[in-house]
């Protein structure tokens, strides 16, 4: 099912079309179509195991690292396809960053955890690195708490703080588009009014494509709705319109709570 | 029978509960409301000053109803954050139950005037205003028909009916001025009577509201104030 | 039935009910308590050995350890004297066992765990290898030392570099040092492959999803959050290669040694060859006693100090692996 876009046709920044995820055979999810608004929030909801987080790791290419999983379809990033023989995933994850559910921060210090992406990338001059480190971390509204004790354990950070730091991380190689994948389901609601807010700051720079399962989330936090169910995009809109008058009777038994 | 919204429940059925308890609610309240309308002619027609007593004194239900109606509407907006199709009938229930409230006032104001005509020997015989109020009556029940059932062709045909009860009033109004121009001592009923065909267009005007509510209510579309929006 | 007849069944249903309950509970107090005595009692039997171990050991060991013990070389038919070659000889070999076989059981275990497929055929023919490599009694790995590495290896060698003398061709430390390592080489690998099964897959999937290669994910983030666990194997193969006597019989041990082994092609002493030798051809036996039992004390104790290492490092990594999950 191809997307219904918005008419005031905002630039797409993804464009996926006929996009089928595959394990051993086996369908998952798709054809999916859909075309993601650049610099906006776009939140992905559906009941579990409706194939929203496997739709969303296939736009970074994650889902290649599961053995038996093949990806049929295209996704292009303004334009540049990112499967194709030839293509390096590694570069297309440079652009294209990603924030996983549970914060898994690395045993290192903190400065070393913001900075892994930029030294696997290459960068060598310690200044730059510092610099960006430190815009990665004022970015995600981190740099205030951390700024004195760079050099400590990220292992001591609270869960909020962790999360934020892999964000800070996410953005340090300056990616486009940053997923999320339940980025706020491990935390209390104070830290996840935190994320919220630093998704809407966020999304004035940023891409950003976000899963959750928390309908109030998606309605709070996200510009477009898509609305997934047994592996397929049965509604895609903007959030006000998906939220006050869904065109999918499907759209509205989930949202409503009316799904058996 | 008293139909859902759509032809599935909610999963959790105390939520589904409360939305149908709202519908009963809102249902008595319209019954109300239509017992005004009716029970206040029916004290002009048989000049019954005792039934118009009784029926302001009904009016006092309905004021306790549309506190009762808010403040449900209120809970079920704070616990269950409704959204798409519960949304909006838990905002066209809020309206609805304000255009009810006026109504019943209206029907007492009716009372009021006829309690001052029952002291005077009637002017002529009631044809048009009966009419009249068994038209709006009937329009009335047909538009809380219209919003249990989710029926938008139904609310639609409410709105159009508008316009009979405004001929009726404004044919009542040219008969009541010949009878004022005739004689003066007829001024004091006349106007009583033309203010009670006002207060029935009113009325009418109110009813046309719970068409446009439902139309709202089912395809999310608002027709209000066709005609008279600003530009820009 | 009346008020009075309920309640007086009531109260006694009530009685019953107590009664069963205080007998349910004194026989599952009797299962606890015996179940408690009789673990302690098997806690008690191994302690009893161990003690009687020990103590015998230190009781006859004690005397005659002293520093001059652990500096001085055999005299006198080792009848007087210390083991100081041993323990040299004990450190080279370990020394050269360690940087033989830890690189390769870490590289296997990495290949297994991180590159291999779970499912092809040669990834089961490695690990049926090295479950059956574990299974090899030592005697078996001392024999494939001496045909494959002394005989075969060493006498090519020989031929290819010293005109056919015999230099490699005979038992020698650098052959016993890669014999151990063969044995060793699935403690390590096991050792491995659990310390990388406890890196978490979300840490491998935040290294790739910031643009990380697979390798540079394996040498950045999980070898480093698995080096405890490394570490922990290559400190068990070491406590291992310390005390088996069997594969260095024919490859590189020798029964007394005037001077220190000079170069990879020279035998050495061992303390556990010592032993052996020590309890069954010693020309005066109760003269040799107490060095064999000050002998038995040293690689006791070196055994000892070598396993609560392990142990010690398996805690923190533990508690490193629980602050992080």
Known sequence: MTANTDSEAKRPKLTVRELTVSYSGKKAVGPVGLDIVGQHVTALIGPSGCGKSTFLRSLNRMNELIPGCTIGGTVHLDGDPIYGPGIDPVAIRRRIGMVFQRSNPFPKTIKENVAYGLRIGGMKDAREIETRVERALVQSALWDEVKDRLNDSAMGLSGGQQQRLCIARALAVEPEVLLMDEPASALDPIATAHIEELINELSAEYTVVIVTHNMQQAARVADYTAFFYLGELVEFDRTDVLFTKPSNSRTEDYITGRFG | MIKANTAREHTNREYEGELRRLREQLLMMGAKVEDIISCSIRSLVDRDSALADQTIAADRKINQLEIDIDEHCMQILARRQPVASDLRFLTTALKLVTDLERMGDLGVNICERVLELNGEPPLKPYVDLPNMARDVQEMLHEALDAFVAADVERGQRIITRDKNIDAYYTQIFRELLTYMMEDPRNIFRATRLQSIAKYLERIGDHVTNVGELVVFMVKGKDIRHVGKLSDG | MSAQEATATAAADRAAAARLTAVRTRRNLFADGALAVASGAALLIVLAVLTVILFDTIRHGTPHLSLSFLTEAPREGMTEGG????????????????????????????????????????????????????????????????????????????????????????????????????????????????????????????????????????????????????????????????????????????????????????????????????STQSPDVDATKPILYATVLVLLGLTFTLNIAAVVVRARMRRRAGVAA
């Not at chain 3, 001392?142 to 075969?152: A, D, E, K, P, T």
């Not at chain 3, 020698?172 to 897959?201: D, G, N």
């Open chain 3, 83 to 278: 083991i100081f070659p041993a323990i040299i000889g004990m450190v080279e070999m370990v020394i050269l066992m360690t940087l033989a076989g830890v690189p390769i059981g870490v590289a296997t275990a990495i290949y297994l765990h991180e590159y291999a497929s779970p499912v092809s055929p040669l990834t089961r023919a490695i690990r049926i290898a090295v479950a059956n490599l574990a299974g090899v009694p030592s005697i078996v790995f001392g024999l494939f030392g001496l045909g494959f590495f002394v005989q075969f290896l060493g006498a090519g060698i020989d031929k290819a570099f010293f005109h056919s003398e015999k230099v490699f061709g005979q038992p020698a430390l650098i052959w016993a040092a890669l014999t151990m390592a063969v044995l060793t080489l699935p403690v390590v690998i096991v050792a491995t492959e659990e310390a990388l099964r406890t890196v978490p897959r979300e840490l491998r999937e935040a290294s790739l999803a910031l643009g990380a290669t697979k390798f540079q994910t394996v040498f950045n983030v999980v070898v480093p959050q698995a080096s405890a666990g490394i570490l922990t194997g290559t400190i068990l193969a070491v406590s291992r290669g310390a005390g088996e006597v069997a594969p260095i019989l024919f490859t590189g041990a020798a029964y007394f040694l005037p001077r220190l082994p000079k170069g990879l092609s020279s035998q050495f002493m061992s303390p556990s060859y010592h032993v052996y030798v020590l």
